[in-house]
């Protein structure tokens, strides 16, 4: 299933985008996306239910629009160097284990909401990334088979980053992976069913026309379900967290100088296979 939460922002109501294309509201049969609904097989398989038997209203999509797809975000937890490809870029060194930080979940926004290039910033960067959104509670799993079991599915996410904020200023990645609209989610959710292998996935973004990544999570260091497995290790995950999984190659820290780091007035554009594709203009805080 292909779910999504549509309307203004903070009052988004839960829908469903059919074989046909067709947006449909889920509204009449689930409050919302979030993670009681993800962690309830039932509710699921009614969901399911419903739209097999074509009883689910139909919604005008022209000049909705679309919001985060999963609701009341517990965490939002990021693995950075994930493709050997961007690790070589960036002159790091392959990690021996998942670098883990963590972006605020007020961080999330609609995928083609605007993006806000903090005020002072010289450095704001793109990242294209396979998020995955958790559906059972996750802690100390022993496999990574196991783990996979513990996805509800997964999402395009643009994991923003201002760069002199997260590596220039000290301390931690954290100041500049939590800047306001740094991570626009969506435009779905799709259930981890149709999503037979998360490692044969190509991932692309564009700035301004250009395509500036193509990468594929063929490509990842730690795999979806080796990364699921370590966190849990170290933290709880709960049905409805979220996790980023890393970027391929290609960010603007990546190329030759001057690099072309994002401005207001650039528009980015990206898309993971069968998850969608979001649209975001930049406009200064």
Avoid at 95 to 110: H, I, N, Q, R, S
Avoid at 144 to 157: C, K, N, T
Avoid at 240 to 258: I, S
Wanted: aromatic letters at 6%; glycine letters at 10%.
């Amino acid at each position: 299933m292909k779910l999504l939460r549509v309307g203004t922002a903070g009052a988004e109501r839960p829908a469903l985008l059919d074989r046909d294309g067709v947006l449909r509201d889920l509204s009449a049969i689930v409050p919302d996306i979030d993670g009681n609904l993800l962690s309830d097989a039932a509710l699921l398989d009614r969901v399911r239910a419903a739209a097999g038997a074509g009883v689910l209203p139909a919604l005008d999509a022209a000049g909705l629009r679309i919001g985060p797809p999963v609701a009341r975000i517990g965490k939002v937890v990021c693995i950075g160097l994930n493709y050997h490809d961007h690790a070589a870029e960036t002159g790091a060194a392959t990690p021996a284990e998942p670098v883990v930080f963590l972006k605020a979940p007020d961080t999330v926004v609609g995928p083609d909401d605007t993006v806000l290039v903090p005020r002072g910033s010289v450095k704001t960067d793109w990242e294209v990334e396979l998020a995955i959104v958790i559906g059972r509670t996750a802690r100390y799993l022993e496999s990574a088979e196991d783990a996979l079991a513990h996805v509800a599915g997964y999402a395009v996410s643009h994991d923003v980053s201002e760069r002199e904020f997260q590596i220039e200023r000290g301390g931690t990645w954290d100041k500049g992976k939590n800047c306001e609209t740094f991570n626009p989610l969506g435009p779905w959710l799709v259930t981890a069913d149709e999503v037979p292998d998360p490692q044969g996935l190509d991932l692309r973004l564009w700035v301004n026309g250009e395509l500036r990544q193509h990468g594929s999570t063929a490509n990842q260091i730690f795999p979806v379900g080796e990364v699921i497995r370590y966190l849990s290790h170290f933290m709880t995950l709960y049905p409805g967290d979220v996790v980023n999984t890393g970027t391929p190659a290609g960010v603007a820290m990546g190329q030759p100088e001057p690099k072309p780091f994002l401005r207001s007035g650039d528009v980015v554009e990206l898309e993971v296979d069968g998850l969608g594709r979001q649209r975001q203009q930049l406009k200064d805080a």
